[in-house]
């Protein structure tokens, strides 16, 4: 399951980067959106691998009484089928879990609580910080861009100065330093969670060479100040402090 969410965001990791390549920072944050939920998934189904099977195959069981209430609804486009029947209870049980539209994330909760299960994986309070930030302002903000809302209307619209109004169609550079920023730093906790997880060492070429979270975190005065050469590097990149902010 790990390595399932782990690949997904891969691919979205790698669509999101080509996006803004071209320009497309709007796009770019939609799927951000997605590469964020994958990553909290991911650190869910580690905190709590039993309760992850069982919801998985509750979800699978969920969309197939889906799938069959949509099919029945439509008896002329599927005359062959002999549709299954499910226990009524079961089905009261689903519905609560996952919404009677299964609405409702695959875990069955929200991703509010999922945060809260998994943030203790992020060792220091400074990182907790970052996290929480995501989900509050980056991922909100993505949130908005995805679905249709008055912010997401606006961003394609200019009032020029004789007060007319501009409509923008195309590639635009006002979101691409966030998206990037977003982008690189859920993906790097992902690829982190991956190697801890099946116990992948990396020596410090290498680790430096893959992570780069740490090209985009500052580090205070006093942090740069209390920090040993050879000490862990205070932005969580696990390079010793010399080969990394302190280099």
Known sequence: MIVSLFTRSMDTFQAAIRLTALGYGAQAAMLNRSLFEDMI???WVVTDLGSARQRYDDHHEHARMLLVDA???????YKEIELPEFDPDERKRLDRLYGTWGSKSWTGI????????VEHHWKDNASRRTLRFFHDIAHRENNLTLH???WALNQN????????VQFNVGPRLDMLDKVLFGSFWIFDHLLGLILE?????????TRAEVFTAKDFVTL????M????RNDPCPCGSGLKFKRCHGA
């Open 110 to 117: 929200s991703l509010h609580e999922r945060l809260g299960l």
């Open 197 to 205: 997880r099946f116990e992948i060492e990396l020596d410090d070429e």
């Open 157 to 164: 619209v200019e009032v020029m100065d004789d007060d007319t």
């Open 225 to 228: 100040r209390d920090t040993g």
């Open 220 to 223: 205070t005065e006093e942090q």
């Open 71 to 77: 099919v029945a609804k439509y008896p002329e486009h």
């Open 148 to 150: 249709v809302s008055s």
């Open 41 to 43: 998934d991911a650190y």
